[in-house]
Structures are given as structure tokens and as C-alpha cells.
């Protein structure tokens, strides 16, 4: 079994930021492919950004692309989101979600095996 605990989300201005933390424990090799999703009221949960640890290969919404940034800690079992330039469309709860196996593509919600509890970014204009 795998937990997924997301922390550092807030309130923060237009053109601010916010880090983003999702740690890991439980299973470890649950976490090889790792996304940060949102969902805003009213819409559909989307793809953020993705890390596949093999290779460290990451990927990113074209919304956030130049913004956001993902990474890991393996030695804290963590990946942070790091976002910059917020926009109050970034508005949303931010969920971290795994899987051992890999996703169709990175942004393929229902690929996802594990979820955090989600934590709430406001960004006010």
C-alpha cells in the first residue's frame, strides 16, 4: 500500500508562488510514476505535471509549462511542485497521485493507482 500526504498549499497573490510537497511512504516501488493533478470547482480534474522516476523524464501542462516546476527528493521519498507566476486560474485543489505501472500518458487521470487527500492553492488578483 502506498500514502500519498501533500502539504504547502495556500494563499498567495497573482505573480507569487507556491511549493508544493508530496510525500511518499508505504511502498516505495508504488511510486516510479508520479503526477500532480488539479481540480478547480465545477471541472474536471487535469494533469499538471508528471515524473516518471526512470530516467527522470518530466512533463507539463501546456498551461503551466515555463511556471511549474516538478521534482523529487529520493532520499526524502518526496516530490515538490514548485510554482511560480501564479494566475488566479491556477486557482484549484492540488493532488499528487502514484503508480507502479506505467500510465497510458502522464496526464491519463484514471491511470493513477495511489492519491493524496489534496491541499488547496487560492491565488487572488
Known amino acids: 500500500q502506498v500514502q500519498l500526504v501533500e502539504s504547502g498549499g495556500g494563499s498567495v497573490q497573482a505573480g507569487g508562488s507556491v511549493r508544493l510537497s508530496c510525500t511518499v511512504s508505504?511502498?516505495?516501488?508504488?511510486?516510479?510514476?508520479m503526477g500532480w493533478f488539479r481540480q478547480a470547482p465545477g471541472k474536471e480534474r487535469e494533469g499538471v505535471a508528471g515524473i516518471y522516476f526512470s530516467g527522470g523524464s518530466t512533463y507539463y501542462a501546456d498551461s503551466v509549462k515555463g511556471r511549474f516546476t516538478i521534482s523529487q527528493d529520493n532520499a526524502k521519498n518526496t516530490v515538490y511542485l514548485q510554482m511560480n507566476s501564479l494566475k488566479p486560474e491556477d486557482t484549484a485543489i492540488y493532488y499528487c497521485a502514484a503508480t507502479s505501472l506505467p500510465p497510458r500518458s502522464w496526464s491519463t487521470t484514471s491511470d493513477y493507482k495511489w492519491w493524496g487527500q489534496g491541499t488547496q492553492v487560492t491565488v487572488s488578483s
Open positions: 508505504g511502498y516505495q516501488h508504488g511510486r516510479k510514476y
